[in-house]
């Protein structure tokens, strides 16, 4: 458990796309987690779940078909923020479709972790094993809670990056349309002898009698000049 710990305080979280991070966890998930052949990650985003990283192809395989279905372990983790596991495919019960399905790619026993995130839960840590009971000991439940929260980090960093660069680019876009207002002010007072209050009314006038953006009035005052030139 210590090593698995030591490889997510390693993994790099800032400046990197989220699904390579995703990838990279979810690999520390199949090595670390006693019993996991394969593990793969589930986000919901709306209503919509998908594997966003896996580690074996059997975990991406068992994840679709509860898209398919509709229902299974992991889309009842990241929905109602339980821990689900199953011991043996051949005699669960709660998923009927689903599990006689997965047993029938290789799988026989699964744990699924709900991810943590702002007080809500945005999908599940999903692990998969060739051999039945593979995760009834203590130990496959807390690694796995451990990677779980270390999945809901990575997700929380990545949003957090987005927010910070649309707060930039909208800062931008903002500090962009004040100067062309700003020239096109000037341009009227020069031309038209008035002052700057006086220069904004003009251009705040036009803007409401042609149902415009301000900021699109004044640069067409400002091209209108440049074309003159």
């Known amino acids: 458990m210590e090593d698995v710990l030591r490889e997510l305080t390693r993994v790099v979280l ?34 919509q779940p998908y594997t966003a990283a896996f580690s074996g192809k059997v975990a991406l395989a068992a994840d679709e078909l509860q898209y398919e279905e509709g229902y299974g372990p992991c889309l009842d983790a990241g929905r109602g923020g339980v821990v689900l596991r199953i011991d043996d495919m051949l005699t669960e019960q709660r998923w009927p479709d689903y599990v006689v399905r997965t047993a029938a790619i290789g799988v026989r026993s699964s744990l699924s972790i709900p991810l943590p995130y702002q007080g809500g839960v945005i999908g ?23 990677v779980a929260e270390a999945i809901a980090v990575a997700v929380a ?58 900021r699109d009035i004044a640069v067409g005052v400002v091209a209108s000049t440049q074309r003159r030139d």
């Open 14 to 47: 800032a400046e990197r796309a989220l699904g390579e991070t995703l990838e990279q966890i979810t690999g520390i998930a199949r090595r670390g987690i006693p019993g996991a052949d394969a593990s793969s990650i589930t986000l919901v985003r709306g209503d």
């Open 157 to 214: 960093n990545a949003e957090a990056h987005h927010e910070l660069g649309e707060q930039a680019r909208n800062m931008r876009i903002a500090m962009e349309s004040r100067a062309v207002i700003e020239q096109a002010k000037g341009v009227l007072m020069a031309q038209q002898g008035v002052d700057a209050e006086q220069a904004f009314e003009i251009l705040r006038a036009a803007s409401q009698r042609g149902n415009r953006k301000l």
């Open 124 to 146: 599940a840590l999903n692990n998969y094993s060739a051999e039945p009971a593979a995760f009834a000991s203590p130990e496959s439940l807390s690694v796995a809670t451990d």
